[in-house]
């Protein structure tokens, strides 16, 4: 069965500094797309970054960059210049392609606090 | 403008009744989606549609139904068979690609006393 997996359930940083936001998963398809989704404290879901499986180059969006090691099965979420408005939680998601039905999986999320 | 929509943000019922939340979407997706969030956990998925009339249970649907009529909704029931149905509901919706993400609604959140 594919897996997510979020090791850290809490982070903090400072305003305008780096964090990266550990994922790895599991599964056995060649074929699959990672995402990471932000969660502020009013709950809507907003989609960040995509990487696929077969892209050679690490996805960037704006300060989001997804520093993607397929041989070690993780996709790590890098936010650049941190902002107090990136306190959120943060979800890292695979798609499970089962029976031609698109679904997401998603990671327990790890809480980011940043401070100023 | 196009999304998702979900109604009412905030429901209370008392336990034994069965309800229903509402999702509607108007971005034209064929693929619909019910998440389930309890406090400080990832989504769990409880049913999806590829198509209307057509849908498959997810990783948590018992005590949930679902029916998909037209193509821009995608009704939840949480009946009263559902143990514990206090937690915040998500609905989500995806062009039917591999690579496509899921747009969501900003949820509902059901208190059942």
Redesign the interface.
Known sequence: AQK?T?TQPGMFVQEKEAVTLDCTYDTSDQ?Y?L?WYKQPS????I?LI?Q?SYDEQNATEGRYSLNFQKARKSANLVISASQLGDSAMY?C?M?D?L???????????TRLAVHP | DGGITQSPKYLFRKEGQNVTLSCEQNLNHD?M?W?RQDP??????IY?S?IVNDF?K?DIAEGYSVSREKKESFPLTVTSAQKNPTA?Y?C?S?I????????????T?LTVT
């Open positions: 997510i979020q074929s797309g995402f009013s709950g809507e879901m989609f995509y696929g979800f998601a798609r392609l029976g031609g039905y698109n679904k997401l999986i998603f990671g327990a999320g | 693929a989606y998440y400080g956990q990832g989504l769990r998925l999806y590829q498959q997810g915040f998500l989500a995806s039917d690609s591999g690579n496509s993400p899921l747009h969501f609604g900003n949820g959140r």
